[in-house]
């Protein structure tokens, strides 16, 4: 499926590289990547971003514990100054009244001082936070941003679920149906690809609804392909759709879907052949299947 990119609304994804259609790959192998130079330029424009404004909150704390420091000494040299001035107020009986007075006023000045400095200081502290905490938040988002581009870059990147065979979806593509190519564009979403494994097909026919009752889930059946007339692959019946569908002749006639397992593999057995069912000797309840 063409990625979904997460934060980005993009028309369309142009396909830059593409395994041929028949490939055999295994699990992890690359499939399809997409062209990604957008995503890649935004990751590295973020990145280098998110490293400035992460030198900018450093700065921020640095400065902070400097001012911090610097503040808690003048208060620190406040609270020496108020002790003195006390000392000075418990000599004021021998002390002139000039003194006495100076020294009143020296007590009432570092008193208001230290108050001032305390009061100051707490709020020089949340002030400082408040500036940090903004520099982290941008830094942050950007690196969010950042995170986005990369996951985007490596969805651009398809990689096989399984191991199996490459097949390529039909789609609808530039006014027509038509199998993608190398530069083509797709629609995020788009269905474009599948790995199938050989080993395990099944076939999806149709059944009329006067063969239904005589169908039981379990019982083995033959598979022939068009493609190849004198191949027969043994099968099983894995599913009967039990919600019938309108007939092309009738609204009144029925068909019903079913589900066939294929029973071991061949190299001539592809996905998207078209093929018959067989299920009994007669040859009554045989059933195209696409």
Same mark, same amino acid.
């Given at each position: ?67 911090? &420091? ?8 406040? /609270? !020496?100054? %108020?002790?003195?001035?006390?000392? $000075?107020?418990?000599? #004021? ?106 080993? &395990? ?8 609804? /006067? !063969?239904? %009752?005589?169908?039981?889930?379990? $019982?083995?059946?033959? #598979? ?67």
């Amino acid at each position: 499926m063409a990625p979904m990119l997460a934060g980005q609304q993009l028309n369309t994804l142009t396909i830059t590289r593409l395994v041929p259609s028949g490939t055999r790959v295994k699990e992890g192998d690359l499939l399809a990547e997409f062209d990604r130079a957008a995503q890649m330029r935004d990751f590295i424009d973020k990145q280098a971003e998110a490293s400035d404004q992460n030198d900018k909150v450093e700065e921020a704390q640095a400065k902070e514990i400097a001012d911090r &420091a610097k503040d808690e000494t003048e208060l620190l040299q406040a /609270e !020496d100054a %108020l002790s003195k001035a006390k000392l $000075e107020m418990g000599k #004021v009986d021998i002390l002139s009244r000039i003194d006495a007075e100076k020294a009143s006023e020296d007590l009432d000045e570092t008193q208001a001082t230290v108050a001032q400095l305390k009061e100051t200081f707490d709020l020089k502290r949340k002030a400082a936070q408040a500036a940090i905490r903004i520099l982290e938040m941008q830094r942050d988002r950007t690196r969010e941003t950042m995170l986005h581009a990369q996951a985007n870059a490596a969805l651009m990147q398809i990689r096989a679920p399984i191991a199996g065979v490459v097949v390529y979806n039909t789609i609808w593509k530039q006014n027509a149906m038509g199998e993608v190519q190398e530069g083509d564009q797709v629609r995020p979403g788009v269905r474009f690809m599948q790995v199938v494994n050989p080993a &395990a097909m099944e076939v999806l026919a149709k059944v009329n609804q /006067e !063969d239904l %009752l005589r169908l039981t889930v379990g $019982e083995p059946v033959r #598979v022939y392909l068009d493609a190849y007339p004198d191949l027969v692959l043994p099968g099983r019946l894995e599913s009967i759709d039990p919600m019938g569908q309108p007939g092309g002749f009738s609204a009144q006639l029925r068909t019903f879907s079913v589900t066939v397992s294929i029973e071991g593999s061949n190299p001539r057995l592809m996905p998207d052949l078209s093929a018959a069912v067989e299920i009994g000797g007669d040859g009554s309840g045989k059933s195209p299947a696409p």
